[in-house]
């Protein structure tokens, strides 16, 4: 009977050690707050609102006519060079057109340049003009949702392009990790689609 009663007290001991350690490890997870962390692809919503988009189609546009202009210079440095191919080194038309097809390279590096310094400035003004959006309308669904903090999440791409590329994505992309956190991403692109002023430009 004594080894009846000492074999169940010990069971139930252990029983009880079990529960209190079962407690004991839920207990903290009860009590840990939800995360109020949100993250924002800014990439992705700066490229995927219908007023990048319409950018995106306008500024294709204007680099086909860019494109065009650019290879009517080329077309006629290609003919200019035939002809002085054609001509005796020693004739007075060789210089002639060797000069007029010197002078048409540069003014064809000379557009080529302005050309790309204009496409770039287009670019940061476009940019200059949405960025300031996204941060009014991520902080704002950052107070409605009550949240904390919110990060900007852009992944690198990989094989990078240029080795310049990749050693600015390592000193810009700082969030490495974000599972458990709200992604808002979609929103923000929802609310700048409401934005008529953006899709007007």
């Excluded at 546009?61 to 860019?66: F, I, R, T, V």
């Excluded at 390279?105 to 050309?115: A, M, P």
Aim: with cysteine.
């Amino acid at each position: 009977m004594k080894v009846k009663t000492l074999v169940s007290g010990c069971l139930m001991g252990i029983v009880v050690l079990f529960l209190a350690h079962e407690f004991g490890a839920a207990q903290p997870l009860a009590d840990q707050p939800a995360l109020n962390i949100a993250i924002v692809h800014v990439g992705k919503a700066l490229q995927n609102c219908q007023a990048t988009v319409k950018f995106k189609e306008r500024a294709n546009a204007e680099k086909d006519a860019m494109d065009a202009e650019e290879k009517g210079l080329s077309d006629e440095i290609e003919a200019l060079r035939g002809q002085v191919q054609a001509l005796m080194p020693s004739s007075n038309d060789y210089f002639v057109r060797s000069k007029e097809m010197m002078q048409k390279q540069k003014e064809l590096e000379g557009l080529q340049e302005f050309n790309r310094q204009v496409r770039a400035l287009k670019i940061h003004q476009w940019t200059a003009k949405i960025y300031p959006e996204v941060l009014r309308i991520t902080k704002e669904l950052a107070a409605k949702k009550g949240l904390a903090l919110v990060l900007a999440v852009d992944e690198p791409e990989f094989p990078s392009p240029r080795p310049e590329q990749l050693s600015a994505a390592i000193q810009t992309h700082k969030v490495l990790y974000s599972g458990g956190c709200l992604d808002v991403t979609s929103e923000v692109v929802a609310e700048l689609d409401k934005l008529d002023f953006l899709l007007a430009n």
